[in-house]
């Protein structure tokens, strides 16, 4: 009986941890620039103090238009900046302006041009800029060898931002380079004070290398701070406990996941698998947690 719940186990294990690499292949723009809406926007404009020439400029603008709709205030307000733009084709400022303006209004793919220019014509020496578009010519234009350039000319810029150096850890451990990964993610940790997702991101690399034992250590880190409420964090040190042999642990571990996320049907599901049972009992009708669609038989046995 133990060897057929360690069979299962395996398979659950393979298909949920180790089926891919999805754990860092969110979109890195919508990672570091969450979208606002259009009343957001407009909030900030109107709230925020012009400090320099543009700002002045671009509030000015922004107040000629005080009575229409938020939407159309601020794609009046882009039209400007993209207008700035165009007139001013060497102004690092504009460019670096309009494209975070894009970022922030969810087309990222419309700043586009001018990072380009910015970067590689003016080479500019701001270092977000540059991270940007390495961002950009990974996940828009499928551009490796230009992304690796941008994120790494980001990096000599500005070599301790934590940003930057995850990113390049994210490029490294999508393409199987998991030992340059590791480094990179050990140095934003150090440059973050050793925030969780430091750990939780490097904890990827020690699994692909097979490496359980740190991995496990990194995730315990983790789910110590802000990340607790993270599950791929769970189901990856669940995984690592269960090929270090540490089954105990891997219990108390999914006992907490299911207080943790009750409509999280995995948990339950993996910790009935690697309980220790006597016999063939059916698995318990209310195995899954209501509301979640999943074919289930309660006669089916293990």
């Given at each position: 009986m133990k060897g057929r719940i360690e069979k299962y186990v395996c398979l659950i294990a393979a298909v949920l941890l180790w089926g891919s690499s999805e754990v860092v292949n969110a979109s890195y723009l919508m990672f570091y620039f969450t979208p606002m809406t259009d009343y957001e926007l407009c909030d900030l404009f109107e709230n925020e103090e012009p400090i320099t020439e543009s700002d002045i400029l671009i509030k000015e603008e922004f107040d000629r238009f005080r009575d229409e709709t938020p939407h159309v205030k601020i794609q009046r307000l882009e039209d400007f900046i993209l207008k700035k733009v165009q007139e001013n084709p060497n102004a690092i400022e504009w460019c670096g302006i309009y494209s975070q303006f894009c970022f922030f209004r969810g087309t990222p793919q419309k700043a586009y041009s001018c990072l380009k220019r910015a970067c590689e014509e003016l080479q500019t020496q701001t270092a977000q800029a540059w991270f940007l578009l390495a961002?950009?010519?990974?996940?828009?234009?499928?551009?490796?060898?230009?992304?690796?350039?941008?994120?790494?000319?980001?990096?000599?810029?500005?070599?301790d931002d934590p940003s930057f150096l995850f990113l390049l850890g994210t490029f490294l451990?999508?393409?199987g380079k998991y030992v340059e990964s590791i480094q990179?993610?050990?140095?934003?940790?150090?440059?973050?004070?050793?925030?969780p997702g430091g750990y939780a991101y490097r904890a990827v690399?020690?699994?692909?290398?097979?490496?359980?034992?740190?991995?496990?250590?990194?995730?315990e880190h983790a789910l110590s701070g802000e990340w607790v409420r993270n599950p791929d964090c769970y189901f990856y040190l669940v995984g690592c406990y269960l090929h270090?042999?540490?089954?105990?642990?891997?219990?108390?571990l999914l006992s907490r996941a299911v207080e943790q996320f009750p409509r999280e049907a995995?948990?339950?599901?993996?910790?009935?698998?690697?309980?220790?049972r006597k016999s063939d009992k059916p698995l318990p009708e209310n195995l899954?947690?209501?509301?979640?669609?999943?074919?289930?038989?309660?006669?089916?046995?293990?």
């Open positions: 961002a950009l010519e990974r996940e828009f234009l499928k551009n490796n060898e230009n992304a690796y350039q941008y994120i790494r000319r980001a990096i000599e810029l500005e070599p451990e999508q393409d990179y993610f050990t140095k934003a940790i150090k440059a973050t004070d050793d925030t690399n020690y699994i692909h290398l097979g490496e359980y034992a740190k991995a496990a250590a990194d995730l270090l042999n540490q089954t105990e642990n891997a219990i108390d995995a948990f339950p599901l993996i910790r009935y698998l690697i309980q220790d899954f947690t209501p509301g979640i669609q999943i074919t289930f038989k309660p006669e089916k046995r293990i």
